[in-house]
């Protein structure tokens, strides 16, 4: 069976940018991205305009933080960071996420 690259699930992108920023600290944009792409080890596709709506609407829930520096190559970018407030929304949809994976794991032992 060939191999193929898949778009994120659509809910899922929020709990993995809040995760990756909690783990590795302050981020730009395609740094994160790439940070997703590479533990999925190259399995999902993180498109450039669906990051940064996220990043948008997670600064806009106050999740997340960003300020503006210089990145590795010299160039200005915003960084991004995760708030107080993130991390609690972490914590919950952590939670959520690992209740729902349960539900689907029992749902597919049940159908064989």
């Known amino acids: 069976m060939a191999e193929t690259k898949s778009d994120?699930?659509?809910g899922t992108l929020d709990l993995?940018?809040?995760?990756?920023?909690?783990?590795?600290g302050p981020l730009h944009g395609y740094g994160i991205a790439r940070r997703?792409?590479?533990?999925?080890?190259?399995a999902l596709v993180?498109?450039?305009g669906t990051i940064y709506l996220c990043l948008v609407?997670?600064?806009?829930?106050?999740?997340?933080?960003a300020e503006w520096g210089t990145s590795d190559n010299n160039r200005k970018a915003k960084f991004y960071s995760i708030s107080k407030a993130g991390r609690k929304q972490l914590a919950a949809e952590?939670?959520?996420?690992?209740?729902?994976?349960?539900?689907?794991?029992r749902?597919?032992?049940i159908s064989r």
């Open 57 to 65: 609407r997670l600064v806009q829930k106050r999740w997340i933080k």
């Open 46 to 48: 993180v498109n450039q």
């Open 94 to 105: 952590t939670e959520n996420w690992e209740r729902d994976a349960g539900v689907i794991g």
């Open 107 to 109: 749902m597919l032992q």
């Open 16 to 24: 993995m940018v809040l995760q990756t920023l909690d783990t590795m």
């Open 8 to 10: 994120i699930l659509q």
């Open 36 to 42: 997703i792409e590479q533990l999925s080890e190259e």
